[in-house]
Each structure stands twice: as structure tokens, then as C-alpha cells.
């Protein structure tokens, strides 16, 4: 792998970060205002954030190598899929009464899914403006 592809994948992953953390900064907005939750611990909104944006990086630098210059739309909804169901599931292993929080559980798998689209959006448009090279 040369050095070239190391920094196409840098840039698919810093967008991709950027991406999912928007997307997830905006979710958490409509959460907290919907629900009359509180931001009482900075450092752990923090780590939220950051997590989100690592997330994003990891999904995006996949993805570039996932789908190459293949066209299959299977291919990259299954990859979006995929780490949304990851990400999203997390907590299904940490709740010890899963189906007294399945709404809860349900939301915060959509979310995951959702911000993983935003992200997959903007490395196409990025990909298709030449902007970020596919692997190849």
C-alpha cells in the first residue's frame, strides 16, 4: 500500500468522522430538547463526541476500501447496515431488561444507522467530486 492511498484513506476517515459527528451532534440536540434531559457531565458529552467521531472515521476508511470502484448499491447499504447494527446493538448487551428499554434500545439503533448515512453521503459526494480518490 503506498503512501498515496494512506492519505486517501486519512481523507475518506477525517470526513467521515466530521460526517457522523455532525449528524450525531445534531441528534443529540433534538434528544436533550425533546426530552427535557439535562447535560450535566460535560467530560462524559465529550467522550460521547468523540467516540462519535471515531466511529465515523473507522466506518469511512472501511468503506473506501468495501466498495472500491464497484457500484453495487447492496455493497454499500450493506455497510452502512452493518456498523449502524454494531454500533446500535452495543447496548442491547448492556441492558440486563431488554425489553423494558426496547423503544429506548430501537432509537439509539436507528440514530447509529442514520449517522452512518449521513457520513456514507458525503464520501460519495466527495468520491464523485474527485475530492477523495476510491481505493483501488
Not at 44 to 53: C, N, P, R, T, Y
Request: hydrophobic letters at 50%; aromatic letters at 14%.
Amino acid at each position: 500500500m503506498s503512501n498515496l492511498e494512506r492519505i486517501e484513506s486519512v481523507k475518506a476517515g477525517y470526513l467521515g468522522g466530521m460526517a457522523f459527528t455532525v449528524a450525531y451532534v445534531l441528534i443529540l440536540a433534538i434528544n436533550y430538547s425533546t426530552w427535557d434531559v439535562y447535560v450535566a457531565d460535560v467530560i462524559g458529552l465529550g467522550v460521547k463526541v468523540a467516540i462519535s467521531f471515531i466511529s465515523g472515521f473507522l466506518f469511512a476508511v472501511t468503506y473506501r476500501y468495501i466498495i472500491r470502484t464497484d457500484q453495487n448499491g447492496h455493497l454499500k447499504d450493506g455497510a452502512v447496515l452493518a456498523f449502524g447494527l454494531v454500533r446500535g446493538l452495543v447496548p442491547v448487551e448492556m441492558s440486563s431488561d431488554l425489553f423494558h428499554h426496547l423503544g429506548q434500545l430501537t432509537i439509539l439503533g436507528i440514530e447509529s444507522i442514520i449517522c452512518f448515512i449521513v457520513a456514507r453521503f458525503c464520501l460519495e459526494f466527495a468520491f464523485e467530486k474527485g475530492w477523495i480518490k476510491l481505493f483501488s
